[in-house]
């Protein structure tokens, strides 16, 4: 299946996997009371790919890779977390080591990512995603095109499991596997 969208957008509904992460990282964060000290889980996803997160807190970061069965990495994110262990980005890596693109989080007062700004690997503007809750809490999400422009499937509503309210929202994009 082709993207057909100027700039690398998983569909909406698949952004509940990477709330859990951003949400969860906080807490890992906190749990170290030693430099150095990583915890990294790992999950094997219904398809028989691999999932492995690993949380550095010195660093700030969360690294979560994806391998084939035989553990050849497919693709690999690097979430970065401020001093507040709030994210603030991410950078896409393909199954080489090569970035295929940047994201810049801004947040609100609650500390969600409100807007999601895309880069090249160059840093050249791709588009970017914003997040506008409702009074619930329900994200409702807007795409804007590198020039500005609102791309026609946004502006709709996010389904998250079990309509739980979202603690620290961001989305989760990829080009189509090459």
Known sequence: MLNKTPFPF?????????????SLAPLAFGQFDTPAALKSISKVQPDGTMM????DPDKHTTEEIHSDKSGK????TLFIFNENNVASGAVYYDGKGVI????RYTVDSSNRVAESAIYSATDQPLGRRVFNFDAKGNPHVEDYDAAGKLMPQSAMPTKRPNNAPPS???IRRALPAR
């Open 10 to 22: 998983y569909p909406v509904k698949t952004i509940a996997p990477i709330l859990l992460i951003l």
């Open 52 to 55: 492995t997160t690993v949380v």
């Open 73 to 76: 990495v497919l693709k690999k």
């Open 100 to 103: 295929r693109y940047k994201e």
């Open 168 to 170: 620290a929202p961001t």
